[in-house]
């Protein structure tokens, strides 16, 4: 298994561009989410997904959009790219599940490190 | 809402010494707890979590937590550090029957020789 894995790695863009990151899992999980990671921040959740054809915002949510067509990728898309987009983008995924023996573990992407110019 | 606090920014200790990183969390329901590291570079990797049961979790490379539900803590605790452990640790909360992370700021762990 690959797990969660992220494209682009890297990616430089200017100011008013657009872009998608595309996030992919192959562990079957219905869960999926989009956080970024800035310094003395911590990981903040900019949206998710609890299963394919749906999306919710996080705490951070402007500025992105997100599409869940198929169960196994989560598209994070940057319409007009911002500086204050600057930052490192992590994709997650976890299983379904409720109550005390939900195994909610987050399984975690490499991670794509963006810079908006 | 929940919320997570870790108070170290950065953490530094010599090698094989105890290392004790401080997660306080703010919640009014029943919550999951979590720690997970970050090695440079890298995304982030689970060590130990908490639902229920023991207090105390064991994860993995030596590490283990405690929950405390009356000072609402979770502190991550190493007897002997190593080089290797040398990473950022982020704490995390999710409410019960709930998949959503909150995550603390990080503590910065450098280990020297």
């Known amino acids: 298994n690959a797990g969660v894995t992220q494209t682009p790695k890297f990616r430089v863009l200017k100011t008013g561009q657009s872009m998608t990151l595309l996030c992919a899992q192959d562990m079957n999980h219905e869960y999926m989410y989009w956080y970024r990671q800035d310094p003395g921040m911590g990981l903040r959740l900019i949206h998710y997904?609890?299963?394919?054809?749906?999306?919710a915002k996080g705490e951070v949510p402007d500025g992105y959009n997100v599409s869940r067509l198929k169960k196994q990728n989560f598209l994070l898309g940057l319409e007009s790219a911002a500086p204050s987009q600057t930052s490192v983008y992590f994709c997650a995924s976890s299983y379904e599940g409720t109550g005390r023996l939900l195994n909610n573990e987050q399984f975690f992407g490499p991670g794509t490190r963006l810079t908006v110019l | 809402a929940q919320s997570v606090t870790q108070l170290d920014s950065q953490v530094p200790v010599f090698e094989e010494a105890p290392v004790e990183l401080r997660c306080n969390y703010s919640s009014s329901v029943s919550v999951y707890l979590f720690w997970y590291v970050q090695y440079p570079n890298q995304g982030l990797q689970l060590l130990l979590k908490?639902?229920?049961?023991?207090?105390l979790v064991k994860g993995i490379n030596g590490f283990e937590a405690e929950f405390n539900k009356s000072q609402t803590s979770f502190h991550l605790r190493k007897p002997s550090v190593h080089i290797s452990d040398t990473a950022e640790y982020f704490c995390a909360v999710s409410k019960y029957n709930f998949n959503k992370f909150y995550f603390g700021s990080g503590t910065k762990l450098n280990v020297k020789p």
């Open positions: 997904s609890v299963g394919e054809g749906t999306t």
């Open positions: 908490y639902l229920s049961g023991s207090t």
